[in-house]
């Protein structure tokens, strides 16, 4: 199941966290030595566990700041920037994200802002994990799919 569903995703990081995205510890470490978020253990007995609260919010609020002025055609996407864009529409992760930043936004808008963004990625190699990705999308929910209605 998809972490921003039913409106639990609150901000990036609720994706960032899900193990449907990627290995949590590995983003997590990443991140701590970046400094946005610092590490620390926590835990009784066998049960330990790592909490990584964030140090300095700001590189959010700068993303989704940068990612708005995208969306709404105020900036060019940096081949980054559209490559996160796209990934986020792979995952139907841009409109439960962005909610507050896209308010007022219509659905065709936003298809288009993302289809012009995506025109940033010139690299072959990007491109193709792209479709790759997407195609794993649509598998894992076609197997999903035939996983619960199949008697």
């Given amino acids: 199941m998809k972490p921003w569903r039913n409106g639990r995703a609150k901000r990036l990081t609720d994706v960032l966290w899900s193990e449907w995205f990627g290995k949590r510890q590995d983003v997590a470490q990443r991140l701590v030595a970046e400094g946005v978020l610092e590490e620390s253990g926590g835990g009784f007995r066998l049960f330990s566990r790592n909490q990584f609260p964030t140090r300095d919010g700001m590189p959010e609020l700068q ?4 990612l708005e002025q995208i969306l709404r055609g105020q900036a060019q996407p ?3 920037d559209a490559t996160l864009i796209m990934l986020l529409n792979i995952y139907d992760a841009i409109r439960p994200l962005l909610k507050e930043e896209l308010r007022g936004m219509r659905r065709t808008e936003r298809k288009q802002a993302i289809e012009n963004a995506s025109a940033s990625v010139t690299s072959p190699e990007i491109a193709q994990t792209l479709k790759a990705a997407k195609k794993c999308v649509e598998m894992a929910a076609v197997g999903a799919t ?6």
Avoid: A, C, D, K
Wanted: aromatic fraction near 8%; charge should be positive; charged fraction near 25%.
């Fill in 146 to 151: 035939m996983t619960v209605f199949t008697p």
């Fill in 63 to 66: 993303l989704r700041g940068r």
């Fill in 78 to 80: 940096t081949e980054q």
